[in-house]
């Protein structure tokens, strides 16, 4: 059986910001929480953006929809994450020794 990585745009731009290279299970865990907060600012920022055009700051449309999708993506991306590891587990637990 042989297990595929995360093809995703957005997550080799985490990678790449972040500038980490997954080697080893330590390494893994470290992204994966650093991955988790990644997108949790993500939607902090999207929500200051809303709450900020909601007080009647002056934000361009563009920009707020920018964010909104970003956001969007990243929580999407982490379901997927989290849809694979599961999947994965499963697969183990099938596993007869």
């Not at 929480?33 to 055009?53: C, G, P």
């Not at 991306?77 to 994965?88: A, D, F, K, S, T």
């Amino acid at each position: 059986m042989e297990i595929e990585g995360i093809n995703s745009p957005l997550f080799e731009q985490f990678l790449k910001e972040k500038k980490k290279k997954i080697e080893n299970p330590e390494d893994f865990t470290e992204v994966l929480k650093e991955f988790v907060q990644w997108v949790d600012a993500q939607q902090k920022k999207a929500k200051a953006v809303r709450e900020a055009v909601l007080r009647g700051e002056d934000i361009p449309l563009h920009q707020m929809v920018i964010e909104f999708e970003k956001a969007s993506l990243a929580l999407n991306l982490l379901i997927e994450v989290r849809n694979r590891l599961l999947e994965g587990f499963q697969d183990l637990m099938r596993m007869q020794v």
